[in-house]
């Protein structure tokens, strides 16, 4: 008798949004059905069944397995439940989102999801206009987007009175602003449920005590839902103050290795990723080789960096090596939010190929439709984020690429690490990446003739290398990522440096700061006629100060032009002690900070003293003025020694 065969697995095909109890309203369905969304996905399945009812949920899912439309379904209902609208001026559900790219995203949603509701629908032309939202007799929804830097608290407010919306999508310092107000209201009788998006990330900013300030303005018998792809310990600690008997549902994915071993997955099933092994002079020319070779060409690509002055310096410079057609856009944390909204927007909406150039900002939360390719020029200091940088692609069931690039040497190690992790990653085999070192040569010669051809472009190299050097040290795998074993030649071949910026990090090594290529930094020009010219008229009061003082003018000759670049505005008769502080100069950041503290400092010191004026008799203010001048004359003749006695030179930033 043969074998008994063991039955087929027959794959149940995943329920239509129809079919689940209560069944949704016909206009959700709708809504639904023309953004093409056939069945709901395991969290949204989930989330529904549980959140629909009068229960907390804390809800962990991968990155791009629609959270959104999990919490936003089940706050909708909850809201359009009763038989009377909400009084005005009355908040019925809050939604918070660590950045305001993400609550804007969430806004948008919100907003074309309500768009299938007639009498929410009527209502959206009142939150464009100056005209004050009228009463309704049925529940509607009315939203509001917060978002500091964009518009002032008091016109928030302003808004909020006029549109007397019900619910808040907001970032967290603003909404904690807009509910210390009188006028806004969350009674318990009305207040429906709250929602902290990406609540991990809320708590790893640092708005913990915001986040503690808007629970104490909220009713304690209310829904919350916290949602996020990974559980950090601090949310945890919040679960156990701000929520009554929560539901956690987690949502993972499970993949097959080889030998039958079933491993879960921190990312979708349609991600592939993948990894280089390239020396810094070959990355950028590999990154070229990979949009070139993609078929069919990626549309929208994020590469991401470790900072800011990284995105700034490569968003001028990339374009001269990068393949024909590709437009390139830059989102970083200082960037000006009108600037940061309008890049944002560009990208999402982009019909031609573009990439995004951008730092951990974008890592999170966003839904960036149709992203095909992400590249991580830098590996992120925190592994975790690692996943949410992968994220950024394969969303929704679409198939995406995510590589990241790592050095020759320790820094393959990485992989092993994210193996660990649950996150494993296998080597970019198709397309076949393979740069000489004549193409990486190409690479460099073009990043530093327009470095030469302009002294700001050279400047923001100096920076961004300098600030990319600072997040090297920081990174929390110091055992793969170490400072020893950088290659600090070749890695100012990758980045087009006309010369190795002064740094402690190459104090006591034999490094040639010029790279071999003789090139007088000293005489680049700034491409903008105005500030050169400014440049050489100090760069002539600077000559003629040191002449005054009797210096040789061939001691100076190489260092003079430095002190008329921009980061060195000084002017020419400036004392020993500030030429000091000003060669010193720290790349941190910290010195222009303390600056601002001191200025603040005098300020108040002002005010006392204005303060102390007022009530003092004509007798004590002539003393007190006899004082002032006799410290003002010391302080002159001190000056005045030490610049006499100091011999130091003013060795610029350049």
Known sequence: MAPEQPLPRIRKAPKSWDALTPSLAQWVLDYLSSMGFAH?????????????????????????????????????????????????????????????????????????????????????????????????????????????????????????????????????GRLAELLSSQYVKAPSSSFEVLIMDEADRLLDLGFSQEITRILGYLPKQRRTGLFSASLSEAVE??????????????????????????????????????????????????????????????????????????????????????????????????????????????????????????????????????????????????????????????????RGLAVVMLNPGREEGYVQLLDVRQTPISPLVRPPIDVSDEEAEQAAAKFRAQAQADREIFQLAQRAFVSWARSYIEHQASSIFRVADLDWLDLGKGWGLLELPKMPELKGRSIDRSLGLGIDTEAVPFRDNLREEKRQEELAQWKAEKARRGAPASATAGTAAAATDEVGREAAAITAAALKRKKNAAWSGKLEQEDTKVARREKKRRKREAERSSTMTEKEKEEQKKLEEMISQVRKRNAAKALEDSDEEFEGFG
Request: proline share 8%; hydrophobic share 40%.
């Open 237 to 398: 600690r919040l679960i156990t103050v701000g929520l009554l008997y929560p539901h956690k549902i987690t949502v993972r994915v499970k993949s097959l290795k080889d030998g039958g071993i079933i491993q879960e997955r921190k990312t979708p099933m349609s991600l592939q990723m993948s990894y280089i092994i390239a020396p810094a002079s070959k990355k950028m020319p590999a990154l070229s080789q990979l949009l070139e070779k993609l078929e069919p060409r990626p549309q929208r690509s994020i590469i991401f960096f470790s900072t800011c002055m990284a995105v700034k310096y490569f968003t001028r410079v990339l374009q001269s090596i990068l393949p024909p057609g590709f437009a390139i856009m830059s989102l970083h944390g200082k960037l000006e939010p009108q600037v940061r909204e309008k890049n944002f927007e560009r990208f999402v909406n982009a019909t031609s190929p573009s990439i995004l150039l951008t730092t951990d900002i974008a890592a999170r939360g966003l839904d960036i439709p149709q992203v095909d390719l992400v590249v991580q020029y830098d590996p992120p200091t925190d592994t975790k984020v690692f996943i949410h940088r992968c994220g950024r692609a394969g969303r929704a069931g679409r």
């Open 40 to 172: 709901p996905t395991p969290v949204q399945k989930s989330c529904l069944e549980i959140f629909r009812g009068n229960k907390d949920v804390v809800v962990e899912a991968v990155t791009g397995s629609g959270k959104t439309l999990a919490f936003l379904l089940p706050v909708v209902e909850k809201l359009l439940r009763g038989d009377e609208p909400a009084k005005r001026h009355n908040v019925q559900g809050i939604i918070i989102s660590p950045t305001r790219e993400l609550a804007t995203q969430t806004y948008n949603v919100l907003l074309a999801l309500i768009k299938f509701h007639a009498r929410s629908a009527e209502l959206l032309q009142f939150a464009k206009s100056d005209e004050k939202r009228p009463t309704t007799t049925e529940p509607v929804i009315v939203p509001q987007l917060l978002v500091g830097g964009t518009t002032k608290a008091a016109e928030d407010l302003s808004t909020f009175l006029r549109l007397s919306p019900n619910i808040l999508i907001a970032t967290p």
